[in-house]
């Protein structure tokens, strides 16, 4: 199977956490006469929280893949980061979504859709530190502030106050 390369930023924000919440995509990618193509996307939510924005950009990013591809993606988040990186996300799937004090994983329906998401490609998850001068980066934070201040907000269904 032929992968195409991806790379992918991704950011959220959340106001007061919970509170009104978006994301910020940035996709980055060579056609076959090695032109190099962005894409911006970005989402507002009326009620969510940081950590399922940082997740929910993932996912909808994935989701926005036509083919398999391997990816390199860049999140300020080390919630998402390390979850994939330290293999936290394949212990709380084998402790049937319990963590080690017994009490249920947050987000659990974020992280089965990015299970379902991520099962055709090769990602590589990347650290970046924040408000930190990445272009990119930045350009996924401005789109998700701006996202989330805007007046079609979307309900975030899987979200418990």
Not at 47 to 55: C, D, H, P
């Amino acid at each position: 199977m032929e992968y195409c390369n991806v790379d992918i930023y991704t950011d959220g924000a959340c106001a007061n956490n919970p509170g009104k919440g978006g994301y910020g995509i940035v996709m980055m990618y060579k056609d076959k006469n090695n032109l190099m193509h962005q894409k911006e996307f970005s989402k507002g939510y009326k009620l969510t929280t940081n950590n399922r924005m940082e997740l929910t950009a993932v996912i909808d990013a994935l989701n926005l893949l036509k083919k398999p591809c391997n990816i390199k993606l860049y999140s300020d988040s080390k919630y998402v980061v390390d979850a994939v990186n330290q293999k936290w996300l394949d212990g709380w799937q084998n402790k049937n979504w319990k963590l080690n004090t017994k009490n249920p994983v947050k987000n659990i329906d974020l992280w089965k859709k990015y299970l379902i998401a991520s099962k055709d490609h090769k990602i590589e998850f990347i650290w970046v530190k924040g408000h930190a001068s990445n272009k990119y980066n930045e350009l996924c934070d401005k789109l998700a502030v701006k996202a989330r201040e805007s007046d079609s907000l979307s309900d975030d269904e899987g979200f418990e106050a």
